[in-house]
Nanobody, 125 residues
Framework: DVQLVESGGDSVQAGGTLRLSCAAS????????VGWFRQAPGKEREGVVF????????AYADSVKGRFTISEDNGKNTVYLQMNSLKPGDTGMYYC???????????????????WGQGTQVTVS
């Protein structure tokens, strides 16, 4: 079974930082895309940042460019999301996802992804 487990969510003040982790088992993250999504109450799940493990190519939503950084530790089969200068608009449940049905193109909608974690809550006030 494939499992993705997120951690690191918390409640922080605006301007603060958090580092989220997505640890995988049963699936090797570096062979395909990994994405971080977030969902605020009453809103659709939106893509935040993506990485293609094979080449390290990344893509960021405009709303987080310059503030968020995705990275990977292939030895730990884990992807990280470093979030700096957090804003109240960053509040939401953050999910990691893997293995999209998009032929290697990572910046793709939520419905394309096959594996999801349970989410970790980020609250910025």
């Amino acid at each position: 079974d494939v499992q993705l487990v997120e951690s690191g969510g918390d409640s922080v003040q605006a301007g603060g930082t958090l580092r989220l982790s997505c640890a995988a088992s049963g699936y090797t993250l570096r062979i395909n895309c990994v994405g971080w999504f977030r969902q605020a109450p009453g809103k659709e799940r939106e893509g935040v940042v993506f990485i293609h493990g094979g080449g390290g190519v990344t893509a960021y939503a405009d709303s987080v460019k310059g503030r968020f950084t995705i990275s990977e530790d292939n030895g730990k089969n884990t992807v990280y999301l470093q979030m700096n200068s957090l804003k109240p608009g960053d509040t939401g449940m953050y999910y990691c996802a893997a293995d999209p049905n998009s032929g290697g193109y990572c910046y793709t909608p939520a419905y394309e992804w096959n594996y999801w974690g349970q989410g970790t809550q980020v609250t910025v006030s």
